[in-house]
């Protein structure tokens, strides 16, 4: 059977990077509004597929000094880069709701290897409207940034780039409903659909 398809929720999906200040501390920075695609089966992790796309211009170190040093031609480049990609080529389960995901990133006009480390945090109907189907996840990897061709100030900006990936999935609308997912809704409409009692009905 083949596994679902799944679509990348922007909103809720957070790329974060971790990089050395001149070895004073590790400046942080996030970028939101990642968006993709995802085929997954909890079950059967070698069905994996990702293609899934990060804005660079969307780039926030909590400075807009920095966020524009950071996007300039020296380091991502990103008028002529705007977008980073991954494409997975492999999902290796490492123990359980956990994989070892490797695929290609394209930075900065550069191709290379990325492997992540991720957990499956939750995949259950969303709590809220329109209570769609929703997987979760953590991911971790790590970077060498001159791999990738950024090598501008090697004195204040580590080599070493620590990411950290929290991001959620919607079940996509074309893909077929789960039973039991089907089960859960059902008893759900049908709790809804039952009147509610009148004080002292039951006396």
Known sequence: MDAPTWELDPVHTRVMFAVSHAGFSQALGTVSGSTGTLTFDPDDWQQTRLDATVPLERVDLGDPSWNRATLAQ???DAQAHPLARFTSQS?????DGKARVCG??????????????VTVN?????PMPPFRRTAGFSATAMLSRSDFGITAWPSVIGDEV????????VRSRSAPAEPEFEAEAEAEAETKSKPEL???ALQ
């Open 74 to 76: 020296r380091l991502l």
């Open 91 to 95: 999902a290796i389960p490492t123990g």
């Open 104 to 117: 290609e990133l394209t930075l900065h006009g550069v191709t290379r290897p990325l492997c992540m480390d």
């Open 122 to 126: 939750a995949i259950k109907r969303h």
């Open 162 to 169: 620590t990411i950290r990936i929290e991001a959620e999935a």
């Open 198 to 200: 009148e004080p002292g």
